[in-house]
């Protein structure tokens, strides 16, 4: 007989595998033994943990494959430690023995022809009690239905391409009795800039008769999820909490017991119980005496944070809930990142991404709908086109970064002197077009000269185009066009002026 090793030992730092004194046919036939996820999932609830030995015959086929399925679970599951596993040159049978404490279940013969979830049945009854049953079925169902709702939330946040509504849905999870039941819950942002957890949103009551306001709100009138994650509103957040967190700058403190560099460093949810927190800035939040933060980091990059406690009915954060903490900000960290991934993408094809401005196809999007909607309203519009003067002369002569540098000035430059309904894109290198409405010819040259100083001051010189539609102009291809012409009259005129429809090119004054 050849003797068998304890499982899970360390020695020197390293992991002994307890299949190793076996033979290459008798660990094969084990590691491919396959285990359905429910049985695993039974041994990670069970109350007290388990051990398993086992004497295998000479002959790996001859092994019994329920025989091959506990000892891999001795591998693999939680609760469960390998004993001693050894192979018997003269056994005829294979033997299992799986104890707790003091009761014990063997398992030979007969046995082990049986299916792996009758075996295990037959061990539950053999080593654990009758009154120990009702507990692992309410662990079962807590598990179930947090697993169903969660499920329905994150169902409800890849459903959607706004972040904001994603992330309230994100916080209902957390707070809603129906998932992880959390009093409060609150996401702070991560400013990279500012290296610090800025206050974003959050649900949860300012006080206990707000609590119990909510608490009666939801039980009378037989509220569910799917009302909760269909009352989105921006107006939802407006309570006395979220303004608290709107008002908090969190950022971890050189000490070793401060509870954000904790969370930061840390793979998953922290639990911290404390009357006081040692970081200052959490102080604010009026912590219960258990709270817990986790770091949203997918893929290693960090997005924001979540605290959530038990503040009204001081109830205990359970391991559990921990647990499922965990598994949902992993799903909502992908999500925010997949929403944050897809609004860039969406801000790329729309925006020019060195000014800022609408590209050329944004643009001239905008302008076609705008202009029609003033031709049909009969109201007045312009079309400014706006180009810098000798740019290619900065190129050649300071380098392209100062070409660039230039064109993200005038791009700043127009967003700044330009009126919040006015249009303005970056249509070609260095050309630039702005649409206004309900403008008279006085007001386009104001709004030119305007445009024209203030660009000569930060040392871009323009020169600019303008055309106006007060009935003459019929489209806007020939307003585009009219304005086109007039930018060339005032490139020939000598630069560093205006000309609005065809007229005599005016320089720009002081």
Known sequence: MRPGLPGRLHRQGLTVNPLDHLGPDHTRAIKLAWIPSHILAIFSHLPQRLVLEATLTADADAVPLVARQLVKLGLVAANLDLGPIAVDDSARATRVLVTRSDRACVLAGDALQADL????????????????????????????????????????????????????????????????????????????????????????????????????????????????????????????????????????????????????????????????????????????????????????????????????????????????????????????????????????????????????????????????????????????????DRFKSINDTHGHASGDDALRRLGELLQRELRLNDLAGRIGGDEFAVFSSDLDREQVLAAARRIGRAARSAEIPVSIGAALWQGATTDPVSMFAAADASLYSAKNAGRGCVCLDGTAPEKFGD
């Not at 009154?131 to 939330?153: C, G, M, N, W, Y």
């Not at 306001?213 to 009302?227: A, L, M, S, T």
């Not at 949810?269 to 912590?287: D, I, K, T, W």
């Open 117 to 388: 979830a009758d075996v295990v049945r037959r061990l539950l009854q053999t080593l654990f009690a009758s009154d120990e049953f009702p507990e692992l079925v309410e662990d079962f169902a807590f598990q179930s239905a947090t697993l169903a709702t969660l499920q329905k939330i994150t169902s409800r946040m890849l459903q959607t391409t706004d972040v904001d509504r994603a992330l309230y849905v994100m916080l209902s999870g957390i707070t809603a009795g129906y998932s992880l039941g959390f009093n409060r819950a609150a996401l702070f942002t991560y400013d990279a800039a500012q290296r610090c957890f800025v206050g974003s949103k959050a649900i949860g009551p300012g006080d206990g008769s707000e609590a119990h306001k909510i608490w009666e709100e939801f039980e009378f009138n037989k509220r569910g999820v799917d009302d909760l994650l269909s009352d989105y509103a921006p107006g939802s957040f407006d309570t006395r909490f979220q303004r608290t967190v709107q008002s908090l700058r969190l950022t971890a403190e050189d000490k070793p017991d401060d509870e954000i560099a904790q969370a930061g460093a840390a793979a998953g949810p922290l639990l911290f119980s404390r009357s006081l927190c040692s970081n200052r800035s959490l102080r604010p939040l009026a912590v219960s005496p258990e709270f817990a933060l986790a770091v949203l980091k997918p893929h290693g990059k960090t997005l924001g944070m979540v605290f959530a406690d038990n503040r009204f009915n001081r109830a205990p954060i359970a391991e559990r809930q921990l647990t499922y903490l965990s598994f949902f900000i992993d799903q909502t960290a992908l999500v925010w990142e997949n929403l944050e991934l897809l609004k860039s993408v969406e801000r790329l094809a729309r925006f020019d991404g060195l000014t800022g401005l609408f590209n050329r196809r944004e643009f001239e999007l905008r302008f076609h709908e705008e202009a029609a909607r003033c031709v049909r309203a009969g109201r007045p519009c312009a079309l400014l086109l706006i180009d810098v």
